[in-house]
């Protein structure tokens, strides 16, 4: 539970089951996007096979949007092309982090990938710990730059990348606008049941942190 300017919110889970949060976390971003583009889609299958040959820096430095490392953990940024949920985005970062546990791996190190439906870690905290910007009262990762909307990935590893650690300045400034907007009104019942969330993404969409560089916003 968190507490905003009196406000206090409880989550209430839509699942625990870790085999039900993976199925529909992978299959629901997949119809999104074989119905924007099936040829992209396509395409995504396909370069799963394939590794560029490349060093682990230069990889990141190309393939992610932003990256902090946490005592052995790398949290990496891909950030979303739209102000609503980005299909894109999701299929980059689980392409991103196939390529890059492949890459760690061949440099001699051993290398533990996890995406974003990975329920034994919480990427949006230890991204906020790691100072790619702080949590939203809905617990996400706003950066500074880009927001809430983007995807985290993260990678166990004792490989000494030298990444980019500029304190970066904080994302959500509390202004409470996601809250207001939601249907459920937490403002008002201080409740938010994902299980009666219909991803009206209203609260991405709202949120005035990095809307002037989403690429598609209007
Ligand atoms: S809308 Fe306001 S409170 Fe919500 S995440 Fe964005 S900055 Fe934070």
């Not at 051993?110 to 949006?124: C, G, H, I, R, T």
């Not at 706003?142 to 650690?165: D, F, Q, S, W």
């Not at 249907?183 to 609260?203: F, H, N, R, W, Y």
């Amino acid at each position: 539970m968190r507490e905003l300017k009196n406000i206090e919110i409880q989550f209430i889970p839509l699942s625990k089951d870790e085999k039900k949060i993976r199925f529909f976390g992978t299959l629901i971003p997949a119809i999104l996007l074989l119905k924007a583009s099936p040829l992209r889609f396509l395409r995504f299958q396909f370069a799963t096979l394939y590794t560029p040959n490349v060093g682990v820096k230069e990889f990141i430095a190309s393939d992610a949007d932003d990256v902090a490392r946490i005592g052995n953990m790398w949290v990496f940024v891909h950030r979303w092309d739209s102000m609503e949920f980005d299909p894109f985005a999701f299929a980059r970062a689980k392409l991103f982090l196939k390529r890059i546990t492949r890459l760690v791996k061949k440099a001699g190190y051993k290398a533990e990938p996890f995406d974003p439906l990975s329920p034994e870690m919480n990427l949006p905290q230890l991204g906020a710990e790691a100072g790619l910007g702080n949590l939203s009262p809905y617990g996400l990762l706003v950066h500074p730059k880009y927001g809430p909307r983007l995807i985290l990935t993260g990678l166990k590893t004792e490989y000494n990348l030298e990444c980019n650690m500029q304190p970066k300045s904080e994302g959500c400034t509390d202004c409470l606008l996601c809250l207001h907007e939601c249907p459920q009104e937490p403002a008002k019942g201080g409740v938010i049941d994902l299980g009666k969330c219909q991803s009206c993404t209203k609260c991405f969409e709202v949120c005035p942190i990095g809307r002037e560089v989403c690429r598609t916003s209007h």
